[in-house]
């Protein structure tokens, strides 16, 4: 069993920089892989961020050069560095986490969750 709990959101205007902060704990010495999805309402859940243990990591092309994810293994925690921030950015933001890359970067299979955080960002 692995927790996951996020931090950070916020509302913010457009052009401004939230910090997002995902803590895991329980049984996550098999987790290589963690990463940030976000849901708006009405739409499906998309990938944002994937990054490996070893600091490999995958951006959705709507965030590259703005975001910024990273990983500290020793605290098994993640964070999403979100800059230059739009109003298309609005949703919920989850973190993800599981033992491979490919399960986080999937659309579909089983991962762990959080609960999730809500980032606004107002025009």
């Known amino acids: 069993q692995v927790q996951l709990v996020e931090s950070g959101g916020g509302l913010v205007q457009a052009g401004g920089s939230l910090r997002l902060s995902c803590a895991a704990s329980?049984?996550?010495?098999?987790?290589?892989?963690m990463g940030w999805y976000r849901q708006a309402p009405g739409k499906q859940r998309e990938l944002v961020a994937a990054i490996t243990s070893g600091g490999s990591t995958n951006y959705a092309d709507s965030v590259k050069g703005r975001f910024t994810i990273s990983r500290d293994n020793v605290k098994n925690t993640v964070h999403l560095q979100m800059d230059s921030l739009k109003p298309e950015d609005t949703a919920v933001y989850y973190c993800?986490?599981?033992?491979?890359?490919?399960?986080?970067?999937?659309?579909?299979?089983?991962?762990?969750w959080g609960q999730g955080t809500q980032v606004t960002v107002s025009s």
């Open positions: 993800a986490a599981y033992w491979s890359l490919s399960r986080i970067l999937a659309t579909t299979g089983y991962r762990y």
């Open positions: 329980g049984s996550i010495f098999s987790i290589n892989a």
